[in-house]
DNA sequence: CCCGCCCATAACCGCAGATTATTACGTCAT
DNA sequence: ATGACGTAATAATCTGCGGTTATGGGCGGG
């Protein structure tokens, strides 16, 4: 009774049903038969444990239980079209009409929508990403090599015009069992200078910021507890218990959420940063870029930048 | 060349290896032998386009390109995780520790994740939980066939006590191509009560919050042009241009994000609203409860209550 | 130098999931 | 009434994905 986690093609079906209100329809538009489709059904309520649908002989309507699962689904294809679309901007290397390159934290969470988003739009144009750290997205983008660059670090570069597309705050974040969650004030900027961290490696937009920030203390930073190069990674190191790390709040807000990891208050420092898309000067985005660019500032990001 | 989506057993495997730096220690972890793992994982990358690992004879890394791919693979792979601790609390509907009800909106967007957390701390406890509309959950908990419940109405019902889990703001929404969307000033809250609107059922926390609004106005509402009983509907008839509609910004944020609806802003009232945990007054929620309380409340959503 | 760990390839096989053909059930129009 | 058209379920069959075991080939450390 472990259960064991449906295939996606059933949760498609599944909204499809859903949608079109028949059981053959929703078959036709994935382009398998209708017994297939009544089978898979079938076959996915028995997994669940749960009746999905009311079959009718005048149609098929979601139960209670069906509409939620459905709307459980809609999340997970959602995010396996935005995987997808990253993957295939991720592919199109040349041959491209639109070419972007991105700093990792923007990549994980906003980019790939954005492709999506425009792809829905205008399917026809080819995207292509890179995915490197703000350092170097910022400097293809004032190379030419690339028409829109998505950063995060806390200046704009010289030669290059942004546009903000979001907010974001730095956290510090320990192990659930770590010392600092018992504390009752904030600590001190000094203090986290002096603690050996888990940092992103140079020239990534979390380590700048970081270091710009502990940079304006009249203490000597303490070394590096740990480098990684990966967002990912420390989270789990951080979770691990490690060490504390100073991460985007986007990357750990599911960490934090569950428990995983505890963020620890820091007094007096600002840790607000905005992201940007940032372009050469004097190549104003047009076409593609322009209508992406649309899409990314058209709704700023939800995020909890309040202290 | 259109690219099937990948299976999500493959994609597991990508963040096991990228977590253990091994294929072969990636295969035991999933119970399979190394050279499926390795099939798998040439697989994927030829259904994907890309190099994902680095395979050398000490270990296997994860190539840039991977480590965006590993980065999506896990929000995909999070959600389902989210649907399935759903699905299990929907199952179990007796036998079990803690009975929980919820609103839609909630059940859509928040409830399986705190599940989910909550069984990776205590995994033997059993969770239920109905979904219907914020009313019915209300009622649930004030007759003690539940521990707790989550709602979205606009007060707390007499006999309950509540604790807040989170914010929510009522948004109307139009199709991208409705008169309302060129408008320069914000619609006044009369010419909204006399529009028929899509609405959603009586005794649904979005619809009783709606008709608070509109009573306070001197007008006779107008008749709902279509009444629906789910979030997902009312979406995608918004998309398809039937009317307008009012809706949780939760529910929409996606489509706003992505353009398939617009956001028409209103003057002068207050749509937020608070997402509440609510219990029988006198019985204080204690075991399971209380930890997935603490875990609700402990990070509250970051949702965008600004206008 | 050989043994360990890593990964890839080969040959085999079972079962999930597709197909077509057919049955059964309701609704509606004639 | 009755047949036409929609709905979905069942039966029989077959293909191929994804698993297994067995084996071979680099590379590093004791």
């Given at each position: 009774?472990?259960?064991?986690?449906?295939?996606?093609?059933?949760?498609?079906?599944?909204?499809?049903?859903?949608?079109?209100?028949?059981?053959?329809?929703?078959?036709?538009?994935?382009?398998?038969?209708?017994?297939?489709?009544?089978?898979?059904?079938?076959?996915?309520?028995?997994?669940?444990?749960?009746?999905?649908?009311?079959?009718?002989?005048?149609?098929?309507?979601?139960?209670?239980?069906?509409?939620?699962?459905?709307?459980?689904?809609?999340?997970?294809?959602?995010?396996?079209?935005?995987?997808?679309?990253?993957?295939?901007?991720?592919?199109?290397?040349?041959?491209?009409?639109?070419?972007?390159?991105?700093?990792?934290?923007?990549?994980?969470?906003?980019?790939?929508?954005?492709?999506?988003?425009?792809?829905?739009?205008?399917?026809?144009?080819?995207?292509?990403?890179?995915?490197?750290?703000?350092?170097?997205?910022?400097?293809?983008?004032?190379?030419?090599?690339?028409?829109?660059?998505?950063?995060?670090?806390?200046?704009?570069?010289?030669?290059?015009?942004?546009?903000?597309?979001?907010?974001?705050?730095?956290?510090?974040?320990?192990?659930?069992?770590?010392?600092?969650?018992?504390?009752?004030?904030?600590?001190?900027?000094?203090?986290?200078?002096?603690?050996?961290?888990?940092?992103?490696?140079?020239?990534?937009?979390?380590?700048?910021?970081?270091?710009?920030?502990?940079?304006?203390?009249?203490?000597?930073?303490?070394?590096?507890?740990?480098?990684?190069?990966?967002?990912?990674?420390?989270?789990?190191?951080?979770?691990?218990?490690?060490?504390?790390?100073?991460?985007?709040?986007?990357?750990?807000?599911?960490?934090?959420?569950?428990?995983?990891?505890?963020?620890?208050?820091?007094?007096?420092v600002n840790l607000n940063r905005r992201l940007r898309?940032?372009?050469?000067?004097?190549?104003?985005?047009?076409?593609?870029?322009?209508?992406?660019?649309?899409?990314?500032?058209?709704?700023?990001?939800?995020?909890?930048?309040?202290?």
């Amino acid at each position: 009774m472990g259960g064991t986690p449906p295939d996606l093609e059933s949760l498609r079906l599944l909204t499809l049903v859903a949608e079109l209100g028949s059981l053959g329809q929703a078959a036709e538009r994935m382009r398998i038969s209708q017994p297939a489709a009544s089978k898979r059904l079938t076959m996915l309520e028995r997994r669940l444990g749960l009746t999905l649908v009311d079959r009718s002989s005048r149609g098929s309507a979601l139960t209670t239980e069906g509409k939620a699962v459905c709307q459980w689904s809609d999340r997970v294809l959602s995010e396996m079209e935005s995987l997808m679309a990253g993957v295939a901007a991720l592919r199109a290397d040349q041959d491209d009409d639109l070419r972007l390159a991105s700093s990792m934290t923007l990549a994980e969470h906003f980019v790939p929508r954005w492709i999506g988003a425009l792809r829905q739009r205008s399917p026809d144009v080819r995207v292509s990403l890179r995915v490197t750290n703000s350092e170097q997205a910022a400097a293809l983008a004032a190379g030419g090599q690339i028409g829109v660059g998505f950063i995060e670090a806390p200046t704009v570069p010289p030669g290059l015009c942004s546009r903000q597309v979001g907010a974001d705050r730095l956290v510090v974040v320990v192990a659930p069992d770590h010392p600092w969650v018992r504390r009752r004030r904030p600590i001190e900027p000094a203090e986290l200078a002096r603690t050996p961290l888990i940092v992103r490696e140079p020239g990534s937009g979390t380590r700048e910021t970081l270091e710009r920030i502990l940079a304006g203390i009249d203490v000597e930073p303490a070394r590096p507890l740990m480098v990684l190069d990966s967002n990912a990674a420390m989270r789990a190191a951080v979770a691990a218990g490690v060490g504390p790390a100073v991460l985007s709040v986007i990357t750990v807000r599911e960490d934090l959420a569950e428990g995983r990891v505890r963020e620890v208050p820091v007094a007096g420092v600002n840790l607000n940063r905005r992201l940007r898309a940032v372009w050469a000067r004097g190549s104003r985005p047009a076409g593609a870029a322009e209508l992406l660019l649309g899409i990314a500032s058209q709704r700023l990001p939800d995020v909890d930048t309040a202290a």
